[in-house]
């Protein structure tokens, strides 16, 4: 098995149950740099052009900070990344000295939108959100994605 990002206890049972058959909703692998990941990411992303082992390196850091970073992805029958999100943890003085979370890089692929895999990636970061301890969640959007985000609720 694969070096995962953090457990896959953070998983919502619900969110996976409610994806098509033969998809699967997990941590970010180290190994999904080759299954796709950055290509979902550069849907709605300026990425630039990171290399394997900037990427590697980028997963080794959040992977030691496991209580700060959860970078969730939507596997295909393909075995390839068809979604993608992350929820980043700030911790902070007030709300009793509380946790927030911050949800960003929502992306699907272009040929799997419109099919509620974006909104199962919002659902299932709200999960670990709650799971973590966070007193609230915050996403930041442009304006055109506002009403997809308001969906989400």
Do not use: W
């Amino acid at each position: 098995m694969s070096v995962l990002l953090f457990s896959k206890d953070f998983i919502s049972s619900e969110v996976q149950a409610s994806l098509p058959k033969s998809y699967t909703l997990r941590p970010l692998s180290i190994d999904d740099y080759e299954r796709g990941f950055f290509d979902v990411l550069s849907v709605f992303n300026d990425i630039g052009s990171l290399s394997k082992d900037q990427f590697l390196e980028r997963f080794n850091y959040m992977k030691a900070r496991q209580d700060e970073y959860f970078v969730i992805v939507i596997i295909s029958p393909e075995d390839r990344v068809i979604g993608t999100g992350a929820i980043f943890v700030e911790h902070k003085f007030i709300f009793n000295a509380g946790r927030v979370g911050h949800i960003e890089d929502v992306a699907i692929d272009k040929n799997h939108q419109g099919k509620h895999f974006g909104l199962s990636v919002v659902q299932a970061l709200k999960y670990i959100g709650v799971k973590i301890g966070c007193v609230k969640a915050i996403l930041d959007c442009s304006v055109e994605n506002i009403p997809f985000y308001e969906k989400c609720g």
